[in-house]
């Protein structure tokens, strides 16, 4: 298995495709599918465009569908949800389709979705997701970040660095062995810096900083918990976990 790290969705190759590539959005769209996942939710169905969503949700039952928009952080008007892991409660999600749209996430699953096997990746579910690589043993695994608009994200190549981590220490593969590109060492050194102090980390992230002059204190604490879902977001059609 060779592992490739890319900090933003724009910086990978177009002219091939993985056999398993791995979004990344750790604040907060990942964390937030893993949760809905986990609570019981039918599907999580990604758009990078709000009109497109709201016109194929529009099929569905309201009972059956719930529609999540952010834009800059903060909740699109006229949505049922933002993009907080914490609204996503068992109660609110069970059964139910997420249909969701956000500024970046949202942006680098559609921008993988042709390997073969697409996942979705965040600090509370990285357990789940090295489980997977380790069961399947993927020849090229595309990690990918979602970085903001464009630009690195510290809190994204850290939680690839802790995916890489674990599959080196569980396949006992060297750095030298496991890596396809230097993103991927310098993604383990920041992990291996930061792992006791996720949290912090997160704060001195700037999307955590954009975040927390948002009031979404308790969004940063619960995104900075490693390995606390058994759950593994994976497309089943094009743009649907
Ligand atoms: O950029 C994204 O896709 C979002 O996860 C950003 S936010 O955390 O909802 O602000």
């Not at 834009?71 to 409660?89: A, E």
């Not at 993103?183 to 912090?200: G, K, M, R, T």
């Not at 980390?201 to 900083?209: P, T, V, W």
């Amino acid at each position: 298995m060779k592992l490739f790290i890319y900090h933003t969705p724009e910086l990978t190759p177009t002219d091939k495709v993985p056999e398993c590539a791995i979004a990344v959005d750790v604040l907060r769209a990942t964390t937030t599918m893993a949760t809905v996942l986990a609570a019981g939710g039918e599907a999580v169905q990604v758009f990078s465009d709000l009109d497109q969503l709201l016109a194929v949700s529009e099929k569905w039952s309201g009972e059956k569908r719930l529609r999540a928009g952010e834009r800059g952080g903060s909740k699109v008007p006229g949505f049922d949800l933002g993009n907080s892991p914490l609204d996503c409660t068992p109660e609110l999600v069970q059964g139910r389709r997420l249909f969701i749209s956000t500024t970046n996430g949202t942006r680098a699953l559609q921008r993988i979705q042709d390997a073969k096997a697409v996942l979705a990746a965040a600090f509370v579910n990285r357990a789940a997701v090295v489980q997977y690589l380790l069961e399947k043993q993927p020849e090229t695994v595309w990690i990918v970040g979602s970085g903001w608009e464009g630009s690195f994200s510290l809190e994204d190549t850290a939680c690839a660095g802790a995916i890489a981590h674990s599959v080196a220490q569980q396949t006992k593969l060297s750095q030298d062995e496991l890596a396809g590109n230097d993103e991927v060492i310098s993604a383990i050194a920041l992990y291996s810096q930061w792992q006791d102090n996720l949290l912090e980390l997160l704060h001195l992230a700037s999307h955590g900083k954009r975040l927390l002059r948002l009031n979404s204190d308790e969004d940063l604490k619960y995104c900075s918990q490693t390995d606390i879902l058994d759950v593994l977001p994976i497309q089943q059609e094009p743009g649907v976990l």
